[in-house]
């Protein structure tokens, strides 16, 4: 697997990926009305405001994260790909040294997501409630994590 920077030629794929991805985000956290495609999501939301690496495999695009120097706000994995690793190389990466301390907020039903996190190293710090930013007429509850590590 390798992990790069994003080119424009990625798009398409990481519309696929995005969409499918997101759908089973949704699905989970019982807000699949609220799904909107990546054509959207990425002007709502500002993904091109992040740092974007992409995890690439046998010549294909499998997966994706955007982050800041703060958050990892994006990361989507192509769901036939599930549990292979390629979720965990993306958030590595984009981790990079392991003082780095980041944020993420993950929504309320998605336990997959929140065990994955989990298993990273990030740690459940509270919830918050609001909208679901570029889709506003939608409630959520998201739990937020970071990888903060607690005092003993």
Not at 145 to 150: F, R, S, Y
Request: aromatic share 10%; hydrophobic share 40%.
């Amino acid at each position: 697997m390798i992990i790069r920077e994003y080119l424009e030629t990625d798009w398409i794929r990481l519309c696929e990926i995005h969409d499918l991805a997101r759908l089973d985000e949704l699905r989970n956290a019982s807000l699949e009305g609220a799904f909107l495609p990546l054509e959207i999501a990425a002007q709502n939301e500002d993904l091109f405001d992040y740092n974007i690496l992409i995890a690439e495999q046998n010549d294909q695009v499998v997966g994706f994260v955007a982050y800041d120097e703060e958050e990892i706000a994006w990361l989507y994995v192509d769901p036939t790909t599930y549990r292979n690793g390629i979720g965990k190389a993306l958030v590595k990466a984009a981790l990079g040294t392991p003082t780095r301390q980041y944020s993420i907020e993950v929504l309320k039903g998605n336990t997959a997501a929140l065990a994955f996190y989990k298993s990273l190293g990030f740690n459940e710090v509270g919830t918050a409630s609001g909208v679901m930013p570029g889709n506003e007429e939608y409630a959520v509850t998201v739990y937020q994590l970071n990888n903060v590590q607690p005092a003993d």
